[in-house]
Nanobody
Framework: VQLQASGGGLVQAGDSLRLSCAAS????????MAWFRQAPGKEREFVAA????????YYADPVKGRFIISRDNAKNTMYLQMDSLKSEDTAVYYC??????????????????WGQGTLVTVSS
């Protein structure tokens, strides 16, 4: 499967942004998926994950209550709605997919497929 992330941009603190991750080559419904992010000079970190059918979602503590992950398998697309953005959310956001079931969703080593990343910059 190939993944294409989009929707990043420059926003102000408190604004909202929605990222999209389009899957091609194989149906997205075959995969559990996630968003990770990497700020300059930092390790890539887990943001949110969603099971193949959207039945379960998981979030990193810093984004709980502000971000919502969702997916539309009919469109082969995953989303990340980001509200109340903070300067510390500034990062390149990557979407990822894994064929593992019952996986440790926050371990980036378990994701076999990655998108190219989209930059989110939040000015304070």
């Amino acid at each position: 499967v190939q993944l294409q992330a989009s929707g990043g941009g420059l926003v102000q603190a408190g604004d909202s942004l929605r990222l999209s991750c389009a899957a091609s080559g194989r149906a997205a419904s075959n995969y559990n998926m996630a968003w990770f992010r990497q700020a300059p000079g930092k390790e890539r970190e887990f943001v949110a994950a969603i099971t193949w059918n959207g039945g379960s979602t998981y979030y990193a503590d810093p984004v709980k209550g502000r971000f919502i992950i969702s997916r539309d398998n009919a469109k082969n697309t995953m989303y990340l709605q980001m509200d109340s953005l903070k300067s510390e959310d500034t990062a390149v956001y990557y979407c990822a997919a894994t064929s593992y079931g019952n996986w440790n969703y926050n371990l980036k080593s378990l994701y076999e497929y990655w998108g190219q990343g989209t930059l989110v910059t939040v000015s304070s």
